[in-house]
Nanobody
Framework: QVQLVESGGGSVEAGGSLRLSCAAS????????MGWFRQAPGTEREFVAA??????????DYVDSVKGRFTISRDNTKNTVYLQMHSLKPEDTAVYYC???????????????????WGQGTQVTVSS
């Protein structure tokens, strides 16, 4: 079965950095758009970033609030997607979920209903 296993969460002070990893198994990784969502207590799950490999080019998308601070990348040889987070803010505090979906464009991944598989989540806490 498909498994998405996140790691790399933790607690940092504002301005700090973290790198999340998500190891995928049970799927043909290169054929899936991979993404990250987050959910803070009392809020809906929010799209953060997505990355799609077309076979020739890589396409990425970010929510406006993380542009310039977060970078999503993938290693198709390791079936792993990463989220490098810099200049973290207290409002970035949330559970971060890895996601996999078969979508026609990277922008379609913004919709949670397009996600086929979810990871179990990893907590990121940013203190002021």
């Amino acid at each position: 079965q498909v498994q998405l296993v996140e790691s790399g969460g933790g607690s940092v002070e504002a301005g700090g950095s973290l790198r999340l990893s998500c190891a995928a198994s049970g799927l043909t990784f290169s054929q899936y758009t991979m993404g990250w969502f987050r959910q803070a207590p009392g809020t809906e799950r929010e799209f953060v970033a997505a990355i799609r490999w077309s076979g020739r080019s890589t396409y990425v998308d970010y929510v406006d609030s993380v542009k310039g601070r977060f970078t999503i990348s993938r290693d198709n040889t390791k079936n792993t997607v990463y989220l490098q987070m810099h200049s973290l803010k207290p409002e970035d505090t949330a559970v971060y979920y890895c996601a996999a979906g078969r979508v026609s464009t990277v922008y379609n991944m913004r919709a949670a209903q397009q996600v086929g598989y979810w990871g179990q989540g990893t907590q990121v806490t940013v203190s002021s």
